[in-house]
């Protein structure tokens, strides 16, 4: 697991930031799901295949965060499982792996109610024959799943957004019956400024500064104009340091951080690497002409600016003209 993954998969675990995700993607920002009505469930999805028991294989996969809702719905309960998928690349099977996460949650529920039935000291019903075989009485229903993937890169996302897009060319009367399956996905590149205003808590930031990260200029625009970039979470500040190769500078200990000024240290940082990089190239051009060998060049380059062996060895290779 990638640092960027790990680090995506802590911040989402937070139920504020959680809910901002579908309050965002399901309502367009109306604050619909509430973090207190969240409640974490174990990623670990458990599915026994259909079969006898001595011929069944459980199967085991991991999801990234996955939580139970509990809304109220017209003055009745209603119960339903999200999930968060963070991806820092382009899944190009992406359907296929969202949709065994969610096909995994639902054989977990039904094979869930079939051992509650087994269990259950009850006679108040006497399942039919159909239902006792089958574990899963008429009268039992599925919680539905609703997965969002959170793509973190700059690039556009061109993978597949669905199993059809996936299969090979075959007769259109045949594919009119296969199975689909829709990833429901967020992409900074896909998603408008009105959209990103939607999040409200510093995934608005994230998905803003990801987005324009390839415009130094336009980023620079956004950042200093908007008064959020100001305070930054930290989690969210590592994000989009792993998200974008950036290396933003701020103190250990901060809890949140000025981007502005981040990215002013992070460009002095860069100003002045370039200045050392100037001079080591200086002084193996100045080692070559005066006659001196690559070898004498590296251990100079090791002993004046603290190199290793092998980075003295790569700055050989790149001025040694």
Not at 49 to 65: F, I, K, L, W
Not at 93 to 113: C, E, I, N, R, W
Request: proline share 3%; glycine share 4%.
């Amino acid at each position: 697991m990638g640092k960027l993954d790990i680090l995506a998969k802590e911040y989402m675990r937070q139920p504020v930031v959680f809910a901002d995700v579908f309050n965002q993607f399901l309502y367009h920002g109306r604050q619909v799901i509430e973090p207190a009505r969240l409640t974490e469930l174990d990623t670990a999805e458990i599915a026994v295949p259909y079969g006898t028991d001595h011929a069944s294989v459980p199967e085991q996969r991991y999801r990234d965060t996955v939580k139970m809702l509990m809304a109220m719905t017209d003055g009745t309960v209603a119960y339903c499982i999200l999930a968060v998928e963070n991806e820092g690349k382009i899944n190009y099977a992406m359907p296929v792996k969202d949709g065994l996460y969610d096909f995994l949650q639902l054989s977990h529920q039904v094979t869930s109610a079939a051992k509650l039935h087994r269990q259950s000291e009850t006679k108040d019903y006497v399942p039919s024959s159909d239902e006792f075989l089958s574990g899963f009485w008429k009268s039992d229903r599925l919680l539905p799943v609703v997965t969002v993937v959170i793509y973190f890169g700059a690039e556009e996302w061109d993978g597949p957004l669905s199993l059809k897009e996936m299969y090979t060319d075959c007769d259109k009367e045949i594919l009119k019956y296969v199975a689909d399956y829709h990833i429901n996905l967020i992409a900074p590149n896909a998603l408008t400024d009105h959209e990103i205003d939607a999040f409200q808590t510093n995934l608005r930031e994230i998905m803003r500064y990801i987005k324009y990260s390839k415009d130094k200029q336009k980023l620079n625009e956004v950042v200093n104009s908007e008064n959020r970039f100001k305070s930054v979470e930290r989690g969210a500040m590592e994000i989009m340091n792993a998200a974008t190769n950036s290396n933003m500078k701020f103190d250990e200990g901060e809890e949140r951080v000025n981007v502005c000024v981040a990215i002013q240290g992070m460009m002095e940082d860069s100003k002045a690497e370039g200045i050392i990089e100037g001079k080591i190239e200086g002084s193996i051009l100045t080692c070559k002409e005066l006659g001196h060998s690559q070898e004498d060049a590296k251990n100079y380059v090791m002993t004046k600016y603290n190199k290793s062996v092998h980075e003295a060895e790569e700055l050989i290779k790149l001025y040694w003209k």
